[in-house]
């Protein structure tokens, strides 16, 4: 069978909170996902990017049930798996809907222009130029897109003056990451995951604000994982939907 039919399997995550069905083969949820979700505040309207099966959507739907969310992904097989997630987690309301668009298009959804006051993101970790791409369509759109500053100039179109923009990143890019957001945006917020203590940081949650003017601060981030390899306390906790990532 070819490996670009999109074959499923159902599990459950934070704590069987949420059911989700995703791809056996492809890009599958990570705690990253989790972890970045957790970072996001209270919202009116938000917008994700790359929404792929859906649990980013999911998470936040059930956390603000009063808030409008929009996600929005190329991929129409995604596009109807992250559908089918939204209604077997009991999520049908209008408030919370999925879009079959590229955020690379030039009319990229122009009716939200300036109307959004959180963006969320997972955006590609690597660069195609650096990395043995995949062959499955469906991991390669997860991680190996090009030029981040696409998807920064995307959300900062859709933002209200003052809105954020939150996103997970690898840790090593922190100084490409910073020269992409240093002339649109400020009041940057860096939190390192850490794999254990000790250990340096692979991946940081980012949060940015549209126009603002201060400047960067790095916060003590997380450690993810004990040195038997279990989590630690603290991520068990946001794992387990107990607690949040706090980067105000």
């Not at 499923?8 to 972890?35: C, E, H, M, T, Y």
């Not at 209270?42 to 980013?56: H, L, Q």
């Not at 860096?190 to 400047?215: C, D, E, T, Y």
Request: glycine share 4%; with cysteine; aromatic share 10%.
């Amino acid at each position: 069978m070819s490996e670009n039919i999109l074959e499923i399997s159902k599990n459950k995550i934070l704590d069987g909170n949420i059911a989700l069905f995703q791809p056996k083969k492809g890009f599958r949820v990570s705690i990253d996902s989790i972890l970045l979700s957790s970072s996001v505040k209270k919202y009116s309207n938000c917008m994700e990017f790359g929404t792929g099966s859906g649990v980013i959507l999911i998470y936040l739907s059930k956390k603000f049930p009063n808030s409008k969310i929009i996600g929005v992904e190329k991929n129409l097989e995604l596009v109807k798996l992250a559908e089918k997630n939204l209604s077997t987690n009991n999520i049908n309301n209008r408030r919370t809907k999925v879009i079959c668009k590229d955020l690379l298009d030039k009319s990229f959804l122009k009716e939200y222009n300036n109307k959004l006051d959180r963006i969320i993101m997972n955006p590609p970790y690597f660069f195609s130029n650096k990395v043995i791409k995949s062959s499955n369509m469906f991991k390669a759109s997860a991680r190996y897109e090009i030029d981040i500053n696409q998807w920064f100039e995307a959300a900062y179109k859709k933002l209200k003056p003052k809105g954020y923009m939150n996103f997970v990143f690898r840790s090593e890019n922190l100084d490409l990451v910073i020269s992409k957001l240093y002339t649109a945006w400020g009041d940057i917020k860096i939190f390192p995951l850490w794999p254990k203590i000790n250990v340096k940081s692979k991946l940081m949650i980012m949060q940015a604000r549209k126009n603002a003017k201060s400047g960067a601060q790095i916060l003590p981030g997380l450690i993810l994982h004990n040195n038997d390899g279990s989590y630690t306390e603290a991520c068990n906790s946001i794992l387990n939907n107990k607690s949040d990532i706090q980067l105000d």
